[in-house]
T-cell receptor, first 109, second 118 residues
Framework: GQNIDQPTEMTATEGAIVQINCTYQ??????LFWYQQHAGEAPTFLSY??LDGLEEKGRFSSFLSRSKGYSYLLLKELQMKDSASYLC??????????WGAGTKLIIKP | NAGVTQTPKFRVLKTGQSMTLLCAQD?????MYWYRQDPGMGLRLIHY???????AKGEVPDGYNVSRLKKQNFLLGLESAAPSQTSVYFC?????????????????FGEGSRLTVL
């Protein structure tokens, strides 16, 4: 079966750095997405990786290793507004998105 | 720019009642999707559409029906609601289903519809 694993919850301190990991087992691979979802709101697109390596977007970076079935989302200079759930999703060989359950990130002052 | 709009935002139903959720997008996207989101689980695809007049089943289609009579609208119907259908429903749209270096195929989501079935 197809599977996306990510930690259920993480806690970090304002101003610090946090890394959220995602491992996947899917039928084929056509890209990996990270979305941010604040409580009670819709998911919003953060990043996309289709080739191995690091993609940087301001305070957020996302890394992909296709051979290891592994990605991480790196958040730097954490702000209170970064408290949210972070969803990892992989597009399989049929271009269907397989979603992880999400990682709830709690930022403490 | 409204993006993706869902109505209603909240609804309480009794078991056996029927209802329709409406999704509208103003981005001229071909692809539209209905997901449900339950605690501790990833988003699960109910039905999707690759263009006006076409629909297809997703991962959890039972108990739901959909229609895409106009390109900008995607309707999700519950014919006979059950407590197991209590969930938050998200509509999404995308320009493309494929992804590549030039086009992410990212999804744009509506704000969600919280449905409770008693």
């Amino acid at each position: 079966g197809q599977n996306i694993d990510q930690p259920t919850e993480m806690t970090a301190t304002e101003g610090a750095i946090v890394q959220i990991n995602c491992t996947y087992q899917t039928s084929g691979f056509n890209g990996l997405f990270w979305y941010q979802q604040h409580a009670g709101e819709a998911p919003t697109f953060l990043s996309y990786n289709v080739l191995d390596g690091l993609e940087e977007k301001g305070r957020f970076s996302s890394f992909l290793s296709r051979s290891k079935g592994y990605s991480y989302l790196l958040l730097k200079e954490l702000q209170m507004k970064d408290s949210a759930s972070y969803l990892c999703a992989v597009k399989d060989s049929n271009y269907q998105l397989i979603w992880g359950a999400g990682t709830k990130l709690i930022i403490k002052p | 720019n409204a993006g993706v709009t869902q109505t209603p935002k909240f609804r309480v139903l009794k078991t056996g009642q029927s209802m329709t959720l409406l999704c509208a997008q103003d981005m001229n996207h071909e692809y539209m999707y209905w997901y449900r989101q339950d605690p501790g689980m990833g988003l699960r695809l109910i039905h999707y559409s690759v263009g006006e007049g076409t629909t297809a089943k997703g991962e959890v289609p039972d108990g739901y029906n959909v229609s895409r009579l106009k390109k900008q609208n995607f309707l999700l119907g519950l014919e006979s609601a059950a407590p197991s259908q209590t969930s938050v429903y998200f509509c999404a749209s995308s320009y493309s289903i494929a992804s590549g270096q030039e086009n992410t195929g990212e999804l744009f989501f509506g704000e969600g519809s919280r449905l409770t079935v008693l």
